[in-house]
């Protein structure tokens, strides 16, 4: 790209912001921003030959990302992300998938660090108020105090007292890689270890590398939203105390029996990515500690959580190690993790291309198998377009490119179709939930990532200046 021009986006980019900002001062709804000046400045950014793909990314960049940013708001002390619909506050995993996008356009490097700030002071905040074993959690979100309803974020000390599943460094690195911020990682990296080492020791009771759900207040309901909250494999949770821990007003019922394929992978996958943003600050010990707790859950994943019936990963009770038999789409998460052996993978990813999978609209939350599969019921069934994005980059790591252009094809060609939604009907692929909801930007994020075939290809500039 020529100077002139990346200047000239850089500017569009500035001023477009500004108008942002002053739209979301009026309201907690989405706002959306100029699509005169999105488009223009998307042409200084993206390259694609299709007009009607040229006009999604407009799209997605107007409801699923800008249209999601809010000025700072207390104890929010930095512009946030809210995830759209009637959620306000600043989503833990809602929250990467925005940023990934967002850092794509110039001039974002301060916005984002206070995105990601955010973060950082909820846990400051959490641990001045916490006993030391509760030490080290971000929260599934961070309301501000004027938030409305149940969401009052005056009452973060007691809800929500669970955290998310565990991409913050996956979605920091992504951010790093777009737009090279050092300084991002040099503030983040303590915290996001502290943060994992968090989630090791609280979400993996019995010290076998595999993590589960949980919540300080003992609610079944609340562990559960730590993840895919209506998920089959989550049937049978209980709430225990702490298996390793003395009885007493300090180990509460607080900890699930189940640990989960989905959880366990995407830890797996920020504990990669912490390793090498570790690495590329010059803190080799850092990223020595982040690579042994990766390979301890790969070895614990495949040996324990791998089931060749079902061609993916499967929950465990932790007390008896048994598996519950139930495989869902967070089965297939452990392929972006790289966590499959060579033959896991070549069974999982035709798995994958059967009946149970290949739905309508792929993938479906649960085997259209099971009988508790329903197209349209959340979470049972039907389609999301984060896990898609995910479970096919997984495939294409592994050199499944095929399979994995099959997923992303059809989910794009939906959207195209119906429009961004929150989740899909996997038999009809009608929208479901909220519309032009933050995280559904992945569908772009898959185009962009290059994981559909020719029909739906766009890229990114590769030249900024």
């Known amino acids: 790209m020529q100077r002139r021009s990346f200047l000239a986006g850089a500017a569009a980019s500035t001023l477009l912001l500004k108008s942002v900002f002053a739209q979301t001062e009026q309201a907690a709804a989405d706002q959306q921003p100029n699509k005169q000046d ?67 356009l110039p001039g974002q490097v301060q916005l984002l660090r206070g995105v990601f700030q955010n973060f950082w002071d909820f846990q400051q905040r959490w641990d001045a108020a916490k006993p030391l074993p509760m030490h080290g959690m971000v929260a599934n979100y961070m309301a501000p105090f004027d938030a409305p309803g149940w969401r009052d ?13 565990p991409l913050l460094a996956w979605g920091m690195e992504r951010v790093y890689l777009r737009n090279g911020d050092r300084e991002l990682l040099r503030v983040g990296l303590p915290a996001l270890e502290a943060f994992h080492e968090w989630y090791w020791r609280e979400r993996d009771i019995t010290n076998v590398g595999l993590i589960g759900v949980g919540d300080y207040s003992g609610d079944l309901q609340h562990a559960r939203y730590e993840t895919y909250d209506r998920e089959v494999d989550l049937d049978g949770l209980r709430m225990i105390p702490h298996p390793g821990r003395a009885a007493g007003v300090d180990n509460g019922a607080w900890y699930g029996n189940l640990a989960i394929p989905a959880n366990t992978a995407y830890l797996l996958l920020s504990e990669q990515a912490l390793e090498r943003m570790a690495n590329s600050l010059g803190d080799r010990s850092m990223a020595m500690r982040r690579h042994a707790r990766y390979q301890k859950g790969v070895q614990a994943m495949q040996q ?6 079902s061609g993916c990963f ?46 309508s609209l792929p993938i479906p939350t649960v085997s259209a198998m099971n009988r508790e599969y329903k197209p349209d019921e959340f ?44 989740h899909y009907n996997s038999a009809s692929g009608a929208p479901l939930g909220v519309a032009g909801l933050g995280m559904s930007a992945t569908i772009l994020t898959m185009i962009l990532d290059r994981l559909t075939s020719q029909r739906y290809r766009m890229y990114v500039r590769e030249s900024r200046g």
């Open 153 to 165: 974020g005056k009452q973060w000390r007691d809800f929500p007292a669970y955290s998310q599943a």
């Open 304 to 309: 324990r959580m791998w089931d060749q019936e």
């Open 38 to 104: 999105l488009t223009a400045l998307l042409k200084t950014l993206l390259v694609s030959e299709s007009q009607r793909l040229n006009e999604f990314a407009v799209d997605v960049y107007s409801t699923c990302v800008l249209g999601k940013i809010r000025a700072a708001d207390p104890p929010l002390a930095h512009a946030w992300l809210v995830p759209g619909g009637g959620y306000y506050a600043q989503w833990l995993w809602d929250t990467m998938f925005v940023a990934d996008l967002l850092s794509l």
């Open 314 to 359: 499967v929950a465990v009770d932790v007390l008896t190690g048994k598996q519950t038999g139930s495989p869902t789409i967070g089965g297939f998460i452990p392929l972006m993790a790289r966590v499959p052996t060579l033959p896991q993978a070549r069974t999982m990813a035709a798995a994958l291309d059967t009946s149970a999978w290949n739905t």
């Open 379 to 422: 979470w049972r069934g039907d389609v999301w377009p984060a896990p898609n994005y995910q479970v096919a980059t997984g495939l294409a790591l592994y050199g499944y490119r095929d399979t994995a252009a099959r997923i992303a094809d059809a989910t794009v060609a939906n959207a195209l179709k119906v429009g961004i939604s929150e």
